[in-house]
């Protein structure tokens, strides 16, 4: 991280069930807002353990992860949910607050993106509320165009076109 913090990026399991909830549990009122776009006081179980078991198959699920005196604690995480039609996905993420501004969500970003691309998505998309400036902010700077949702002006629709591997390879210098 730019602060000198390390994390370990790994791909999310069913038994890091325990550890997502608390990391809910961490998370403020305005956090949650910003993540679920609707004010959310208790996680739902059953939707939670639905999306674990759907990884990888239906998805991509990314979490960061620090030692802690449990064992780890999960402090930021990006999923990538595979839309039916086989080349695109709606992303989402969350980065707890003691790790915002330390490029964090750039690196789970960058993680998801390259992923999706190595999956065969051609297509990243997710819907940001307008209030979340830094989220949309990384966005921009990550080469997402960002556009009004239509019909809801409190949100902004992300997208990225997506190369294939072999392209994006061949573009990196």
């Known amino acids: 991280m730019r602060d000198g913090r390390a994390v370990e990026l790994r791909a999310v399991c069913p038994a890091d069930?325990?550890?997502?909830?608390?990391?809910?549990?961490?998370?403020?009122?305005?956090?949650?807002?910003?993540?679920?776009?609707?004010?959310?006081?208790?996680?739902?179980?059953?939707?939670?353990?639905?999306?674990?078991?759907?990884?990888p198959e239906k998805g991509i699920g990314l979490v960061a992860t620090v030692p802690a005196a449990d064992g780890i604690d999960i402090v930021g995480s990006a999923i990538a949910v595979f839309a039916n039609d086989g080349a695109s996905c709606e992303f989402a993420?969350?980065?707890a607050s003691a790790f915002g501004g330390a490029g964090l969500a750039t690196t789970l970003m960058n993680a998801l993106i390259d992923e999706a691309r190595r999956r065969g998505r051609t297509?990243?998309?997710?819907?940001?509320?307008?209030?979340?400036?830094?989220?949309?902010?990384?966005?921009?700077?990550?080469?997402?165009?960002?556009?009004?949702?239509p019909g809801d002006p409190s949100v902004r629709v992300c997208r990225m076109a997506l190369s294939k591997p072999s392209d994006a390879a061949a573009a990196r210098p």
Do not use: C, K, W
Request: net charge negative; no cysteine; aromatic share 8%.
């Open 123 to 149: 297509q990243i998309e997710g819907f940001v509320l307008t209030q979340n400036q830094p989220m949309l902010r990384l966005a921009r700077r990550l080469g997402f165009s960002v556009e009004m949702e």
């Open 17 to 55: 069930e325990a550890e997502l909830l608390q990391a809910f549990e961490r998370m403020s009122s305005d956090a949650r807002y910003m993540r679920f776009m609707h004010a959310i006081r208790e996680p739902d179980i059953e939707r939670v353990r639905s999306a674990l078991a759907s990884f």
């Open 93 to 95: 993420i969350t980065v």
